[in-house]
């Protein structure tokens, strides 16, 4: 795909790292073999989380980088994040579909066992690793301050900190960074390499939930559902506040917690609190707050720099925002790589700015004539987004022409200095609800690539050690060549989750215990927000255009209408970059601003539809109704159980009714031993647990083989 649009030679880099579920190695190591076969050097970096990828195509000036991972997703599931080379601005929907043609017409067309590995395989894993170490560690992107800030130093010295890194990329990078931090107590769970990514514990179990209470982990009488009886973060939490008890009462100590994804790129915040024996659970919403009012209050910010979040996010965050912190809210759709398409324009908008002011300062009217157009294209950017990565590239090449025929070699020198001054951009942080947090950072970038050892293509050196390096592979170089400054976006869950500590321990300083935790609980006023998922459907017809689409389009907008048309405007509204999702924001009468919301997409990375619904509390009760009845469509008219799993949660969901029946009860072991016999190609825990996010069924316990399953309302209601 590269070669074809002009951005790769053979003899190029791509850097490749991945997460602990492929074990064996097989999906790695076809994928690095691909990258042989089309004559790039590969740069392993094995076992790293994910923003150390595109850190470390930057650093190495590569062609492109790529993660081999599935995020949250569970263990049986695997996919590949790619990244632009020169940016670390991820592939975009037209990026992929191109791709996509790209593969599909080379497997039609070639025999790819008969074609050689000619690129070269190299081992950069320690390299890419000691290069992630010092970007955490370096104070412009921590916060904490320099070496010698005694009062930074011991910030962090009456915190117990309890780390859950997923079994994932980030097991033997937290623990140690967050010592280094002066976390003087740090209990680290889930830390294992071998495979068994994201259970018992990660961010995904996290999602909306805002308190966690003992009764919701303990629960009485077995009757219960208790989704946290095998998380281990939240089980360390609760043992470490009975042992820790009266410290924490007497605030001589503060427990909190950091959950992270398989991957790294993802956090979400745990506090205990001891009034209430309790957790408060601060999702990306939350932290990404705090951690835009401590920038605003710090940093010399101009104008009104824009906040970005994605569509699932707490709308009166977005509001609120902009009323107490003075910023500016850009909403987006769902994913990460739209909130890094907003910090890159963000980038050239910056740029833009910066050149006019300047050539209008030297009277340059032909320069500021040569700019007129690319301002133009710019607010296009900005106002519609592109689903193409080479429409801003396109335009990125555009600016940087104009700033090198007019701009002296100082003033390019002093106009990439300005860049990197902290609140430069207009773009302060973007984030998602779901944990993903981007703020600027600087990262270093080597002036040579550091040496490795290249390895000829053959099997037997991709044998990997649990630290993700290869076999047989000498240590990258640990010396650092002269380095010039850039600024790098990338999810980052440990930056996230040391700049919300940070943000919170300034606040910690000037307020008492309990002022704090109601702060960190509620940074801005909570509204209501509710996802409700459909697993398994016919993800191909809730696609932009298609029958199903339409009609359940014109449908959920009539609903919408009929249920709050009277006091508010209803409109359906389109998002460039996902046609996909059916958006119905709802408005105060005359008002532009969306004060509530319902949209319905196709996951990305799994197979469901979810309906969400996001507004006023005020609100909450219609808007719970409109989403159940959305949802009610959904099961009724787009599950298919014509898959393995649809079929098989068709035939589960009848055993429990029968046995329900019969007076009798369905176990956890039963279950999977049943699945096993009947749909061997289904992965039980997976079924049931996802049966659980649907709420076709209560659990009390999916560790425990003989804790019993039990039919919800709703799933006697769709099964019947």
């Keep these: 795909d590269l070669k074809r649009i002009g951005r790769f ?20 190591r076809a994928f690095m073999r691909g990258i042989q076969k089309a004559g790039a050097t590969v740069l392993s970096v094995g076992i790293v989380p994910t923003p150390a990828v595109p850190a470390y195509v930057l650093h190495v000036g590569a062609s492109a980088g790529a993660m081999i991972t599935a995020s949250h997703n569970l263990k049986d599931q695997n996919g590949v994040k790619l990244f632009w080379g020169n940016q670390g601005l991820k592939y975009l929907p037209a990026d992929d579909e191109r791709l996509t043609s790209v593969i599909f017409e080379l497997a039609d067309s070639l025999d790819l066992n008969q074609v050689e590995e000619t690129g070269a395989l190299e081992d950069h894993h320690d390299a890419a690793s000691s290069l992630f170490e010092s970007f955490m560690l370096n104070p412009a992107n921590t916060w904490i301050g320099p070496d010698d800030d005694l009062a930074a130093r011991f910030r962090f010295d009456k915190v117990e900190l309890v780390t859950d890194t997923a079994n994932g990329c980030l097991s033997k990078f937290a623990g140690k960074l967050f010592r280094k931090w002066g976390f003087a107590n740090v209990h680290e769970v889930n830390t294992s390499l071998g495979g068994n990514v994201n259970e018992g514990g990660g961010v995904a179990a996290l999602e909306g939930w805002q308190t966690i209470k003992r009764a919701d982990v303990f629960p009485r009488g ?21 042992e820790l008890r009266d410290q924490l009462v007497s605030g001589k100590r503060l ?4 959950v992270f994804d398989a991957d790294g790129d993802r956090f979400f915040r745990l506090d205990y609190v001891p009034a209430d024996d309790a957790l408060i659970v601060s999702s990306g919403d939350e932290a990404a707050f705090l951690q835009a009012r401590y920038l605003v209050e710090t940093l010399s910010v101009s104008g009104k720099p824009k906040i970005v979040h994605t569509v699932e996010s707490d ?22 790589k739209w909130v890094l398409y907003e910090a890159f324009a963000a980038i050239l908008e910056w740029r833009v700015s910066y050149l006019a002011s300047l050539f209008a300062k030297k009277r340059l009217t032909d320069a500021l004539e040569s700019l007129k157009p690319a301002r133009k294209a710019l607010d ?28 002296t070699l100082d003033e390019a020198a002093l106009l990439e200095k300005q860049l990197l001054k902290p609140g430069a951009i207009p773009y302060l942080i973007g984030f998602e609800e779901t944990g993903h947090s981007i703020t600027p950072a600087i990262l270093e970038i080597a002036s040579r690539q550091p040496p490795a050892e290249s390895l000829r293509p053959h099997n037997s050196f991709y044998q990997r050690t649990q630290t ?30 040391i700049n919300t500590f940070v943000a919170t321990q300034a606040m910690l300083q000037s307020n008492g215990l309990s002022e704090f935790h109601r702060t960190v609980a509620a940074p801005f006023p909570r509204g209501f927000k509710r996802t409700y998922y459909s697993y398994y459907t016919r993800k191909d017809e809730f696609t932009f255009g298609k029958e199903y689409w339409q009609q359940f389009a014109e449908w959920l907008e009539s609903e919408c209408v009929e249920r709050f048309g009277q006091r508010h405007d209803v409109k359906r509204v389109e998002f460039a970059e996902d046609r996909d999702m059916v958006f119905i924001s709802i408005r105060p009468k005359g008002s532009l601003k969306t004060l509530a919301s319902i949209f319905v997409r196709n996951s990305g990375t ?3 539809t979810a309906v969400n619904v996001r507004g006023p509390k005020e609100l909450a009760d219609e808007l719970d109704a409109a989403g159940d009845q959305a949802r009610r469509r959904l099961l009724t008219s787009l ?3 014509n898959t393995d799993y649809g079929a098989a949660e068709k035939m589960l969901l009848k055993e429990m009714m029968q046995r329900e029946a019969r007076g009798e009860v369905l176990t956890v072991g039963d279950a999977i031993g049943e699945l096993a016999r009947r749909h061997p190609n289904v992965v039980g825990k997976r079924l049931i647990l996802e049966m659980f996010k649907e709420d076709l069924i209560a659990l009390e316990s999916l560790a425990d083989r003989e804790s019993a399953l039990h039919l919800s309302d709703l799933g006697r209601w769709f099964i019947g």
């Design 9 to 28: 030679q053979p003899g190029d880099q791509v850097v490749v790292g991945w997460d602990p579920r492929d074990p064996s190695g097989d999906f790695t």
């Design 222 to 242: 077995g009757s219960k559902s208790s989704p946290f009886s095998d998380h281990r973060a939240v089980l360390e939490m609760f043992r470490l506040a009975d």
């Design 255 to 258: 427990l909190v917690g950091a």
């Design 315 to 336: 709308i009166n965050m977005g509001n609120f925002a902009s009323e107490s912190l003075g910023v500016r809210p850009v909403m987006t759709a769902v994913g990460d």
């Design 380 to 407: 296009s950017l900005l106002s519609y987004r592109s689903t193409s990565s080479q429409d801003y590239f396109d335009l990125q090449a555009r600016v940087l022409a104009i700033q090198k025929e007019h701009c």
């Design 468 to 497: 993700g390096r290869l076999a047989r592979s000498e240590l990258a170089s640990d010396r650092q060549p002269p380095a010039a400054k850039r600024l790098l976006f990338a999810g980052n869950g440990l930056k996230a989750a």
């Design 606 to 608: 799994e197979e469901k």
């Design 639 to 641: 599950k298919s159980i």
